[in-house]
Structures are given as C-alpha cells and as structure tokens.
C-alpha cells in the first residue's frame, strides 16, 4: 500500500493566516491526491482533486499543488468555518489510502 | 442532487457480522461511471477505506479487510450493503458511505458521503 504522510499532526492559527499542509507520498503518485475537510461530527468533504482542481462550491481561497510524492494544500486567508481536520488521500493505486490528517485549531 | 444515507445496527456483539446499507436517493445507483464506497474512522482516528463496488457490479476490498468483507448493491432499492463479519473491538467506527468518482476509468475521488453511522462492537 501507498504510505500517505501528512505534516504537521495539527497547528493554531489565527483568522487571516496563510496556511500550508503538506502531504507526502511513499511513492510517485503522478497527480492522483485529493484533499477532504472534516469538521468535528461531519462526514469529510473534498476540496482539491487531482492534486490542485478546486471542487465545486469550495471558496477559492483553498488550493492544491504539487506532483509525484509532495503535495500542499494551502488556505491563503484563515477564515472562522476552516477549523477543521483535513486529509489528504491518494487514487493512484489501490487500495485508495488516507493521510493521518492535519488538525487546524484557533490561535 | 445525489444524497447518502447509511442505516443499520448501532451496536454488534464480538464475532458477529455487521451489516450497514446506503440508500443512494436523487440519482440512480446504476447510472453513471460510480464507485460505491465505504470508509471508516475509528473514534478519534483517521479515515481507512473499507471497499467499493463498481456500477458494472464488479467489487474492490481493501487487503486488510478483504477475508472479512462483501459489498453488495440492490439496484431495485437503489441501495449498496456493506457485511464485515467475526468482528471485535477493533472494528468499532463511525461507517460512511460515498459515491467514488471516475475519470478516465478509475477511481479518482469521494463525493458526496453519507454521514456516518457509528457502530460499537461489544458483549
């Protein structure tokens, strides 16, 4: 199985940051990774496919990057509805595997 | 607008089978290039992909899991079933359906996700 690796675990932030997650994979995934959104409660929802395609409906201040092993995901202005869990997860080979997650809490 | 819908039994005794269905409405389960998924998550855990089934009917199960998984699909009731047999503690979760997406003939993402069912697996 392909190894997802997010980093860090968790982090604070304040409203209006910049934040970067970093998603790495044990192995070259081309292109294939997507990013979920978890609030406490609430089943994931995707943001990001195919490494940087923004979902329908997600605001526009989200977005993805990367190729091969290293991806990010970036929030460029923290907003109060982004606390939350994200998880990135890759499709390149199966069984489709998750990251351990990234926990964004207020500062 | 496709909706998920997971429902079965909460609670499971140690070395019985659990059995969830995800009733799929506003859209029809065998139209469409789909893979028809389940996922679970621990209780303060990540997320483990447990299987899918495709529209065709053909089935995927994560290795991990796969001596003690089926997934089914009722197109009739326009439903997908998840059995995971001789369970223990270990297997206590919160269970999502979702629909897969394809592109170019494979899975590629999920979505929309039901939203989940917790299943505690005790005596």
């Known amino acids: 199985d392909i190894q997802m690796t997010q980093s860090p675990s968790s982090l604070s932030a304040s409203v209006g940051d910049r934040v970067t997650i970093i998603c790495r994979a044990s192995?070259?995934?081309?292109?294939?990774l997507n990013w979920y959104q978890q609030k406490p409660g609430k089943a994931p929802k995707v943001l990001i496919y195919?490494?940087?395609s923004l979902q329908s409906g997600v605001p526009s201040r989200f977005s993805g990057s990367g190729s091969g092993t290293d991806f990010t995901l970036t929030i460029s202005s923290l907003q109060p509805e982004d606390f939350a869990t994200y998880y990135c997860?890759?499709?390149?080979?199966?069984?489709?595997?998750f990251g351990g997650g990234t926990k964004v809490e207020i500062k | 607008q496709v909706q998920l819908q997971e429902s079965g039994p909460g609670l499971v005794k140690p070395s019985q089978t659990l059995s969830l269905t995800c009733t799929v409405s506003?859209?029809?389960?065998?139209?469409?290039?789909?893979?028809w998924s389940w996922i679970r998550q621990p209780p303060g855990k990540g997320l483990e992909w447990i299987g899918y089934?495709?529209?065709?009917?053909?089935?995927y199960y994560n290795p991990s899991l796969k001596s003690r998984v089926t997934i089914s699909v009722d197109t009739s009731k326009n439903q997908f079933s998840l059995k995971l047999s001789s369970v223990t503690a270990a297997d206590t979760a919160v269970f999502y359906c979702?629909?897969?997406?394809?592109?170019?003939?494979?899975?590629?993402?999920?979505?929309?996700w039901g939203q989940g069912t917790l299943v505690t697996v005790s005596s």
């Open positions: 979702a629909r897969g997406i394809a592109a170019a003939g494979t899975f590629r993402w999920l979505d929309p």
């Open positions: 506003g859209g029809s389960i065998s139209s469409g290039d789909y893979y």
């Open positions: 089934i495709h529209y065709s009917g053909s089935t």
């Open positions: 192995q070259s995934i081309s292109s294939y």
């Open positions: 195919d490494a940087s």
């Open positions: 997860q890759q499709s390149y080979s199966a069984p489709p595997t």
